[in-house]
């Protein structure tokens, strides 16, 4: 079943092809719309009136406010330094690796293909402009694009 049963769904959250996404173990606000292949994974909180776009990759550790746009194929991540298995060979488990956090902040846009770094915080109401590689925070109301992406200019208040 794409929609587990562990996945907390508010009211009236969109999934307009059910069949098509796969979410387990998150928390997902009121009012927010997911669109096709799709993944959120475990421990991953979508706020309300949030627009997750398709292809999109949410992984563990990752905060998403109220009212963010994520566009097509924005891919999070959660760890540094990943690997498959240990020194001698042997496969690495959930016990093996320590969630790194990133957060999204309210109204903010990340544009589709964007790659978002473990550990990142994009701020308020700032914009990531497509394809972007966002290694370092994002301040508020910032406009960042490129790879690494850097800021361009601050939307005016």
Known sequence: ???????????????????LINLYGCTIGDGTK??????IQKNA?????????????????????DEVFVGHGVMFTNDVYPRATADKGEMLSDADWTVIPTRVGWRASIGSGAVI??????GAEA???????????????AVVVGNPARIIKYLDT
Not at 51 to 62: A, D, L, N, P, Q
Not at 117 to 122: E, N
Not at 127 to 141: C, I, L, N, R, W
């Open 1 to 19: 079943m794409p929609v587990s049963k562990n996945v907390i769904l508010g009211v009236d959250v969109q999934l307009p092809q059910p069949d």
């Open 34 to 39: 997911i669109g096709s292949f799709v993944e």
């Open 45 to 65: 909180d979508i706020g309300c009136m949030c627009k997750i776009s398709s292809h999109t990759f949410i992984c563990e550790g990752v905060t998403i406010a």
């Open 117 to 122: 770094l473990p550990g990142v915080t994009i």
């Open 127 to 141: 914009m990531v402009g497509a394809g972007a590689v966002v290694v370092h925070d994002v301040p508020e109301k």
